[in-house]
């Protein structure tokens, strides 16, 4: 296999001008050098173009910079999915607020090299934590269960900001359609990925450094309080939404996915729609799993309450 494979880094932005030229430089300063910077920019009314142009003028054939379909990051990162402009070897995802660690990009590669390149790959792993002046203060949580479909129709394994993925990912991906909605590109893409048997190497080393701050529109689930409002956002009905709306996109490509995936599909389905006894009888033997004891404890709650 060709070990000088490009990497075509997919960045969303908006408004991003406080943080994106550390985000920047650290791109700039990645050890493995053959990769390129599409920018989606959706719609910024700050300083956020301006600081892309010049990076743009210093680095010209490095980077490219579209107008975002104004619909939010998820629209943004999957209408850079499915535009025609963009092509790669390898894709990775980029937040414009992070800070990468200067070999993420080598990583990546050399464990793409490692599998076989005929099925979707994808590079996932664990970030730091950072405050707003990038100063350390936890790692996101280390998940050690198997990465498979049944944990990924009930749980996103990682962020996109570590994720790196071929074109066989990107087809899938594409699949779904850049006006579908999505929860997250990332869990979108974890789904995928797992539902065709593809290549998952989840990386117990942090590659990014995952800013966390007032603006951020995902932030880091290790505290209390996070824990806490995941559990509002399973009795307030917001997981089984998100479960909807992955479902119908699920559904629209089962025919790509694999005969193990398309029958989870079928049973989760299945499971909610049973009454209450019928449900509590299906958790003796259920298959679909989190990655943590917790996570299993909500996920039966989910199931009983009708919340799934």
């Given amino acids: 296999m060709n070990k000088n494979l490009n990497v075509t880094i997919l960045m969303s932005t908006y408004n991003g001008e406080r943080f994106l030229p550390q985000q920047l430089e650290s791109i700039k300063n990645q050890t493995y050098k053959n990769w390129s910077l599409i920018v989606s920019d959706d719609g910024s009314n700050d300083k956020t173009v301006e600081i892309l142009k010049e990076f743009q003028s210093s680095n010209?054939?490095?980077?490219?910079?579209?107008?975002?379909?104004?619909?939010?990051?998820?629209?943004?990162?999957?209408?850079?999915?499915?535009?025609?402009?963009?092509?790669?070897?390898?894709?990775?995802?980029?937040?414009?607020?992070?800070?990468?660690?200067?070999?993420?990009?080598?990583?990546?590669?050399?464990?793409?090299?490692?599998?076989?390149?005929?099925?979707?790959?994808?590079?996932?792993?664990?970030?730091?934590?950072?405050?707003?002046?990038?100063?350390?203060?936890?790692?996101?949580?280390?998940?050690?269960?198997?990465?498979?479909?049944?944990?990924?129709?009930?749980?996103?394994?990682?962020?996109?900001?570590?994720?790196?993925?071929?074109?066989?990912?990107?087809?899938?991906?594409?699949?779904?359609?850049?006006?579908?909605?999505?929860?997250?590109?990332?869990?979108?893409?974890?789904?995928?990925?797992?539902?065709?048997?593809?290549?998952?190497?989840?990386?117990?080393?942090?590659?990014?450094?995952?800013?966390?701050?007032?603006?951020?529109?995902?932030?880091?689930?290790?505290?209390?309080?996070?824990?806490?409002?995941?559990?509002?956002?399973?009795?307030?009905?917001?997981?089984?939404?998100?479960n909807s709306i992955n479902l119908q996109y699920l559904q629209k490509i089962k025919h790509s996915l694999s005969d193990e995936a398309q029958l989870s599909i079928d049973e989760l389905v299945e499971i909610r729609n049973l009454s209450f006894l019928n449900r509590l009888y299906r958790l003796r033997n259920l298959k679909f799993y989190r990655q943590t004891t917790a996570g299993n404890i909500a996920l039966k709650i989910a199931i009983i309450i009708n919340r799934i």
Wanted: charged fraction near 20%.
């Fill in 60 to 242: 010209q054939n490095l980077i490219k910079i579209l107008d975002g379909p104004c619909k939010g990051f998820n629209f943004n990162f999957m209408s850079l999915i499915n535009n025609s402009e963009v092509k790669g070897d390898l894709y990775a995802f980029s937040d414009q607020d992070d800070i990468w660690e200067k070999d993420k990009l080598l990583n990546s590669v050399n464990n793409f090299i490692s599998h076989n390149d005929i099925k979707p790959f994808l590079y996932c792993g664990r970030t730091k934590y950072i405050d707003e002046n990038n100063n350390f203060f936890n790692y996101s949580p280390l998940f050690k269960k198997k990465p498979t479909f049944n944990n990924a129709i009930v749980q996103s394994l990682a962020g996109g900001n570590t994720m790196v993925f071929n074109n066989k990912t990107r087809e899938l991906l594409k699949s779904i359609g850049k006006n579908t909605k999505v929860v997250s590109h990332d869990w979108a893409t974890y789904q995928v990925v797992s539902g065709s048997n593809g290549n998952i190497y989840y990386d117990s080393w942090p590659s990014v450094r995952y800013r966390q701050h007032t603006e951020n529109l995902v932030g880091s689930n290790i505290s209390v309080w996070s824990a806490f409002k995941r559990l509002t956002l399973l009795f307030n009905g917001t997981f089984k939404e998100w």
